[in-house]
């Protein structure tokens, strides 16, 4: 069922103006975070007392995107998919030193083609390619790896050059983005990539923003005790949420024994940082990040082009919070899974909307392709356009998302994880350990803690999804996990071995 209002008008809007000349195509600002997890923005109160003003002006003026999902929660993978309209076993950046394939094209290239001027700045993160720059950009500042929050040195057009003392990562993008915007000729569109390294961890807020949210209360969730509880009960009321089942027994062993591990809340950064003050930090970090939103909203403003500018802001991953004892991503849960996505652009996109369908990271490529007007779309792109959601013309969508995780050498406590999430339900199948699947019903669990894989009744239901995890590896070519020969991360890499 069509779960959004928008009307036929703005479809024959916006195809009007895929067919007008260049300088009449819109332009596109694409805002992407880190770790940033999807409800931890001002105006879903999931976090009271958390100000974002600017990501709730984006709502409020465009469109909110409840369920936005990665097919690969982590930083290379989900960025490569971003950029490929891909799934992961397909571009095969399965991990974050997974080395680039040749052959592999980006969806800014296409947008060169078309006469668009194009700027990446920020985290790239991916492959072996470190901060050069890449293809599909006109413009790059960049920085190697996952960079630092002070003090950086940049990647620009090839050249690094040391940042001023003092200086704060989030702030010096915005201000080359806005800088490079400024030096673009009147008319000429435009394609701004601005990739922050915010919020990744471990998080560092600006100095302006330090102490802001010193007295703000912890929320954590109802599974956060769950593998810390006795689990000779099976079925049973939970005292940490009521009202929900809780099935101790079938928690897999690798869930509860990351618990006490670099990402779980008992050990966390090998035990560098309490809880509480991570959290923190984690809320202060994001408000540079919200401000830098802000000014490109101002900037659009101040030059008359909000108008003609869709702005997108969506995060490359979730993150957890002490979901089953667990902080980071790389799982299934929601809170992995789901991410941040808000699109404005006046005049086509609805205000103050909320979209209900289920839309992916490999989605990205193929709506701002066809928002600027291509003829065809290029067949290797696996993820669909969006732009039928904001019409009131019937389409079919999907009914569910597929997700993949791949083992890293480097974070092995995490299995290789293959899922499936429909409107109802979620089946997590690991590969290459003796555990136990999951099934969740996410409708009447949605923090995902009565695991039915056992359960008599749902049989069939955990045999049918597991399928559909099968033939969609089948059908999408990703039945063979790509390996890839990557230097060992606990050697000395003078070295330079692998094995």
Known sequence: MHKTNYTLTVFLFLYTLSVFGQTDRPNIVYILSDDHRYDFMGFTGAVPGLETPYMDQLAREGAYFKNAFVSTSLC??????????????????????????????????????????????????????????QPGFDHWVSFRGQGVYYNPTFNINGERIKQPEGSYTTDLLTEHALGWLNGLQDGEPFFLYLSHKAVHAE????????????????????????????????????????????????????????????????????GDIPFDKFYIQYLETLLALDESIGEVLAWLE?????????????????????????IDKRHAYEESMKVPLLMRYPGVVQPGIEVEEMVMNIDIAPTFLEMAGIESMPEQIQGKSILPLMTEKKTEWRDRVFYEYYWEMAYPSTPTVFAVRTDQYKFIFYQ????????????????????????????????????????????SGGEQIPLKRILHPKLDHKFQRTY
């Open 432 to 475: 290459g350990i003796w555990d136990i699947n999951e099934l969740y019903d996410i409708q009447q669990d949605p923090y995902e803690m009565n695991n039915l894989i056992r359960h008599p009744d749902y049989q069939e239901t955990a045999a049918n999804l597991r399928n559909e995890i099968w033939d969609w590896l089948e059908e």
């Open 203 to 270: 998080f560092e807020p600006a100095e302006r923003h330090e102490g802001t949210y010193k007295d703000l209360p912890i929320v954590t969730p109802p599974s956060m005790y769950l593998t810390a509880t006795d689990s000779s009960k099976f079925y049973g009321d939970s005292i940490l949420a009521p009202q929900t089942k809780v099935n101790f027994a079938d928690i897999p062993d690798w869930v509860r024994k990351q618990r006490y591990s670099w990402h779980g809340v008992d050990y966390m950064y090998h």
């Open 302 to 326: 101040e030059k008359g082009l909000a108008e003609n500018t869709i702005v997108v802001y969506m995060g490359d991953n979730g993150f957890s919070f002490g979901e089953h004892g667990l």
């Open 76 to 133: 290379s993978p989900s960025r490569a998919s971003i950029l490929t309209g891909q799934y992961a076993h397909t571009h095969t950046i399965v991990d974050n030193s997974a080395p680039l394939p040749d052959g592999l094209t980006f969806f800014p290239e296409y947008l060169q083609e078309m006469g668009y001027k194009t700027g990446f700045f920020g985290k790239w993160h991916m492959g072996n390619t470190d901060d050069m720059p």
